[in-house]
């Protein structure tokens, strides 16, 4: 099933090309759509409502096309802006009462949708209140609940993170991905930082100059790499354990690499070795063990996006060719 | 946390996470979600819905502009008089500076909080297209002004029959009024809402509406106090074509049988009041064209 897709999709402004010739498709769950300032994300968002006619090319979301059907699209589509929305005089049950109405909910099913959904957002006993008085991290919140309202089947959010502290911003990750966890809800997320994505999404599509540049799964990115870490305390017999491991263990022929945190407090301590299977874990196990150290943890190694770019930068540079 | 306590509050951990629930009810579309955006306006325009400093002002000029007319009506009823002391048609001229103020407060309420706070990319994310907000603030703005200036000439009418007065007489007058006031409203609205909607800072709506108002009607009566004294009687008649409230007059001096309220009451005969009709009418299109322009490049 696709929720948005785009074909040879292109905007042009007399003096900018905002999107050009952006082919895509994206299926349910949690997508991040990454860029930097002014890579076309806000105008794709735009044109997928229904508000901005493309220049050229195409686009469907749940199946409808933007150039003809977008009062429907706005109808089963939230939208959460980047910037703030938020009339400061009235409080948030009322404001959401009223975006709910406008999507078309009847009053009863408004009032009542409403408080549901400030309560999924975590908005409790606040929501009485003038919206004026709210922290930046419940403005969020309840911009993000008129966006879910009125249960649509895809939400479109424009940096949801922006202007949070960094708890602010885990809980809004975490609450993004429950919109389509718990909710059932697809979500476009869009994204100036590649890492916090990373642990939201299933899929992420990352556009420069308005030209796709990747779309790919997390998965893909972030795939287990062969590469162990492994922390040991020290005692008296082995004063530096981490240096008596690494002998020991490659005394038995296991490959150690360099550790990346090299020259950072504390990076001495981290053992990282090229694991061939399930074995390496015993024998590390057993070294350790055999050594009379404390093993402080094993654990896989993954990827991160943002490693996957910084080590590649053929994957700035080149573009993927349309499907 | 002591043991007692962890069953109730697991009971009540259930309680409150009852899970999301989709929702597949009725979605009523267009044309409810703009009738949904009229009547939260027209409220707005009274206060209603919002905080209670929002209700002061219309609530105390709403007060104000009906006071007058119950006081007539209880001196007419009183005095068992055959007539009122104010035509129907003349009380919104009369009264015209309450009405203006009304305006200047309401129309920034209306249009500039949108853009101010930039509300108006949510709207245009649900189902209304442009024309839909345009119209929906248009006539709640046009019926929050039909309510002020309407309710007074409801008031005056009730006790004009109450005293017994002529009924076929207090009718036609009244009914005279109400086109009168309805006129008055819609252009009215159009002009504090395309004032209002030039820029989001409330303060310079409110200024540029009473601006429009005050300094039109005090140029164009002023000079026309002039033309008056020196006897240039067709020039009285033109120049009320240059205010909004003297449009009104004219329209209804010619149509509507009211009384002039120029100078010599040398209000426009037929021929042209058409004119003035057709301005009124194009000030009242031009607004709404203006309006339409206005928010074309409002969206998100």
Known sequence: MTVIATESLSKRFPRVTALDRLSMDIGPGVTGLVGANGAGKSTLIKILLGLSPATEGRAEVLGLDVATKGGEIRERVGYMPEHDCLPPDVSATEFVVHMARMSGLPPAAARERTADTLRHVGLYEERYRPIGGYSTGMKQRVKLAQALVHDPDVVFLDEPTNGLDPVGRDEMLGLIRRVHTDFGISVLVTSHLLGELERTCDHVVVIDGGKLLRSSSTSDYTQTMGTIAVEVTDTDTHPDGTKAVREALGARGITLHQSEEEGLPGAGHILLLEATGEETYDLVRDTVAELGLGLVRMEQRRHHISEVFKDNPAHKAEEVPAR | ?300
């Open chain 2, 1 to 300: 946390m002591s043991t007692p306590n962890t069953a109730a509050q697991s009971a009540q951990t259930q309680i409150h996470n009852i899970g999301y629930r989709k929702y597949d009810g009725q979605r009523l579309g267009r044309a409810y979600a703009r009738r949904s955006l009229y009547s939260q306006s027209l409220r707005g325009a009274y206060g209603l819905g919002r905080s209670a400093k929002s209700k002061v002002t219309p609530m105390i000029l709403f007060a104000v502009m009906c006071v007058p007319a119950a006081i007539m009506v209880a001196v007419a009823v009183a005095t068992n008089a055959t007539k009122l002391p104010v035509e129907y048609t003349r009380y919104a001229i009369v009264t015209q500076a309450i009405i203006g103020l009304y305006l200047a407060a309401q129309a920034p309420q209306s249009v500039s909080r949108d853009l101010r706070f930039k509300t108006v990319p949510l709207y245009f994310s649900r189902p209304i297209e442009r024309v839909d907000y345009v119209v929906a603030k248009f006539a709640a703005m046009a019926t929050a002004l039909l309510i002020l200036t309407g309710v007074p000439l409801i008031i005056m009418y009730a006790g004009s029959l109450l005293a017994k007065m002529d009924f076929s007489d207090q009718t036609k007058g009244f009914a005279q009024g109400l086109v009168s006031v309805l006129l008055l409203s819609l252009l009215f609205a159009g002009i504090g809402l395309v004032m209002a909607a030039l820029t989001p800072r409330r303060g310079f709506g409110v200024a540029a509406v009473i601006a429009v108002l005050t300094i039109s009607y005090g140029a164009v009566s002023t000079v026309q106090a002039i033309a008056d004294a020196q006897g240039s009687w067709d020039a009285v008649e033109w120049l009320g074509l240059f205010s909004p409230i003297t449009l009104i007059d004219g329209v209804q001096t010619a149509f509507l049988g009211a009384s002039s309220s120029f100078p010599g009451a040398h209000g426009p005969g037929a021929g042209l009041g058409v004119l003035y009709l057709l301005v009124v009418l194009a000030l009242i299109a031009g607004s709404y064209g203006a309006l339409m322009r206005r928010y074309r490049k409002a969206g998100l």
